[in-house]
């Protein structure tokens, strides 16, 4: 006869065991499909709050909108990826550096505000080798957690999205001293670094991914506000080149590599089109910051920062009405936009594919 305290031991392991995840068994659901991404500070969810350095989030009113408090995210509220996985219906994806974060089936951010592809762009930051070097991390973790063959199936399903090369840009602009043959061995370098990333995604089973070409960086807030002017200030040749280097770049690995599918989102026109003609787009600013000091609020890492200028920062009343939240990163109703244009924005925007087609993609 079964004795009471045993068969309440049972009873309890049996409720433990239904009470855990999937995760925990080896198992997903068919249509599950995780998400992986990696980038700069448009896509950081807070890895660099755990790191030593700025451009961390860390204080309000970062956050304020959506979250209530600071998240790491540079922007008042959610960033693009959270706006995917919304329409995706999955559950917002970690950053990998959050302390405690071990189970990765449902994805990881590895973005982190200033890095670049090239390793000395932003020092301190994880740039987008180092970046890699964590989802090797992550696939041994998977693999111990699911299984080799499940783990696998998990990376091929999934999908991997990328904002980054633009700080390097940046950092490529701000060299007085660069010259012309330079530039172009720099520009060559950071692809050449960028398609090693990519094929090490692919060589895990990687198969569906997501880009986005470089921003209008003249046009920030935070350009504006170094030069003074009105307009915006920056070398198109320069940015369309790196933008059409992407895309060649994009055409040539899916010539090379069975089943590499792409999806490049002109992030470039988007932003470009709501700044410089915000009230088509429902907004009624868009040349300053909802947050900041200095002239368009555009001094950077002065939001949130009260003791940062002599004067503190300045912040809008209604941030939706502005297309950038600081000096440079959008606010969330911008980021609302250009999430809704990658997950299915027509084709001369987003293509050949989109986040759509992908997350539903078997």
């Given at each position: 006869m079964l004795h009471m305290d045993n068969f309440s031991s049972l009873?309890?392991?049996?409720?433990?065991?239904?009470?855990?995840?999937?995760?925990?068994?080896?198992?997903?659901?068919?249509?599950?499909?995780?998400?992986f991404i990696f980038g700069d500070s448009l896509l950081d969810s807070g890895n660099n709050v755990y790191l030593n350095g700025t451009g961390k989030g860390d204080s309000l009113p970062y956050g304020e909108t959506f979250f209530k408090h600071p998240t790491g995210r540079l922007c008042n509220g959610r960033i693009v990826p959270d706006y995917i996985s919304e329409y995706a219906k999955i559950l917002f994806i970690k950053p990998y550096l959050e302390p405690g974060f071990t189970d990765y089936t449902n994805g990881v951010n590895f973005a982190s505000a200033g890095a670049g592809v090239l390793p000395g762009t932003?020092?301190?930051?994880?740039?987008?080798?180092?970046?890699?070097?964590?989802?090797?991390?992550?696939?041994?973790?998977?693999?111990?957690?699911?299984g080799d063959a499940d783990a696998h199936k998990l990376l091929s399903k999934a999908v991997y999205t990328f904002s980054i090369r633009g700080n390097d840009y940046i950092t490529l602009q701000n060299n007085t001293k660069a010259t012309a043959s330079f530039r172009k061995l720099y520009m060559i370098m950071i692809l050449g670094n960028f398609t090693v990333g990519i094929k090490q995604l692919y060589a895990h089973g990687g198969r569906k991914f997501a880009f986005q070409n470089i921003?209008?960086?003249?046009?920030m807030p935070a350009t504006r506000a170094s030069?003074?002017?009105?307009?915006?200030?920056?070398?198109?040749?320069?940015?369309?080149?790196?933008?059409?280097?992407?895309?060649?770049?994009?055409?040539?690995?899916?010539?090379?590599?069975?089943?590499?599918?792409?999806?490049?989102?002109?992030?470039?026109?988007?932003?470009?089109?709501?700044?410089l003609h915000s009230s088509q787009f429902g907004f009624k600013d868009g040349k300053s910051a909802c947050c900041g000091s200095g002239p368009f609020n555009g001094l950077l890492f002065s939001c949130g920062k009260k003791n940062g200028t002599a004067s503190g920062f300045t912040?809008?009343?209604?941030?939706?009405?502005?297309?950038w939240f600081d000096a440079a990163h959008p606010t969330e109703m911008a980021n609302q936009q250009l999430a809704s244009l990658l997950w299915d924005g027509p084709s001369h925007t987003v293509g050949p594919y989109n986040l759509k087609m992908f997350f539903e993609m078997a």
């Open positions: 009873f309890l392991s049996f409720c433990t065991i239904l009470l855990l995840p999937a995760s925990s068994h080896g198992k997903q659901p068919e249509n599950h499909v995780a998400f932003h020092p301190g930051t994880l740039y987008f080798k180092l970046q890699l070097n964590y989802f090797e991390e992550v696939v041994k973790g998977l693999k111990q957690q699911l921003g209008l960086i003249g046009c030069s003074r002017s009105e307009g915006c200030l920056h070398d198109p040749t320069v940015i369309a080149k790196m933008n059409i280097g992407l895309s060649r770049l994009l055409k040539r690995i899916k010539q090379g590599l069975p089943g590499f599918k792409y999806a490049l989102f002109d992030y470039y026109t988007s932003l470009t089109m709501r700044t912040l809008c009343r209604d941030s939706s009405e502005y297309v």
